[in-house]
Every structure is written in structure tokens, then in C-alpha cells.
């Protein structure tokens, strides 16, 4: 019969992979909070967002006010979780979204993957 690890092994193997997964900036598969939802890359992300949802739009398309919040998440790639204002071109008022977008940069691929009002 094979012999299983102690339950105190077992807790400290947790333990250490909590800790570790801490340390890398969150839980692993986590959604993690951006500092700076002013970065460029964020901005571009987000006009991304709105440029394949004006897409799929029958009325008059959206543009970016700005990027209010976002978070990412590590995947196959990242996903970002991005909390945008937007308004309509004829410059109507301001609405936000939440929009999910799926990148994987080495292969230069971006999916918008939800599109929701808040």
C-alpha cells in the first residue's frame, strides 16, 4: 500500500503554494486590480472593445470617454476586465460598460469577449 503524505506535509505544501501564488501579484486565474487605468495599452485595449462592439451595433456606434477602471486575469494570455465610458458620436451622454477582452499578444489575437452596460 502507498503511503500518503502526513496531513501537516499536506499543509505546508498549501501553504506554500498560497504564499507563492500571493507573491506573484494574486491567486492564479484571479482577476487582479490594474493600478494605472490610464495606461496606453489599456487605452488601446479598450478602443478595441468599442471598435468590435460598434461592429455588432443597427444604431449609431459608441466612442471611448475613458478607461474608468480595469483588472486583468492571466489565461492563455491575458483577459481584461475593463470598466469604460463611452458616448454616442452624436456626442449624447455618457454611459458605461464592462466590456471582457482576451489577448494573447505573441500572436497578435485580441477577442472581445463580453460587451454589457453597467
Same mark, same amino acid.
Given at each position: 500500500?502507498?503511503?500518503? &503524505?502526513?496531513? @501537516?506535509?499536506?499543509? /505546508? !505544501?498549501?501553504? =506554500?503554494? #498560497? @504564499?507563492?501564488?500571493?507573491? /506573484?501579484? +494574486?491567486?492564479? +486565474? +484571479?482577476? $487582479? &486590480?490594474?493600478?494605472? &487605468?490610464?495606461?496606453?495599452? !489599456? ?13 455588432? #451595433?443597427? @444604431? $449609431?456606434? %459608441?466612442? !471611448? @470617454?475613458?478607461? %474608468? ?12 476586465? =475593463? ?8 456626442? +449624447? ?18 477577442? /472581445? ?6
Amino acid at each position: 500500500m502507498k503511503d500518503s &503524505p502526513s496531513p @501537516s506535509v499536506s499543509f /505546508l !505544501l498549501i501553504l =506554500l503554494y #498560497l @504564499s507563492s501564488a500571493s507573491a /506573484l501579484g +494574486g491567486m492564479v +486565474g +484571479g482577476w $487582479t &486590480p490594474v493600478k494605472d &487605468p490610464q495606461d496606453p495599452h !489599456l487605452k488601446e485595449v479598450a478602443e478595441f472593445a468599442i471598435s468590435e462592439y460598434n461592429k455588432q #451595433l443597427k @444604431s $449609431t456606434p %459608441v466612442a !471611448l @470617454s475613458e478607461v %474608468v477602471g480595469a483588472e486583468t486575469q492571466v489565461v492563455s494570455g491575458t483577459n481584461y476586465r =475593463l470598466v469604460i465610458e463611452v458616448e454616442g458620436s452624436s456626442g +449624447g451622454e455618457r454611459k458605461r460598460y464592462e466590456a471582457i477582452v482576451w489577448e494573447k499578444p505573441w500572436e497578435h489575437f485580441m477577442k /472581445l469577449t463580453s460587451f454589457k452596460p453597467l
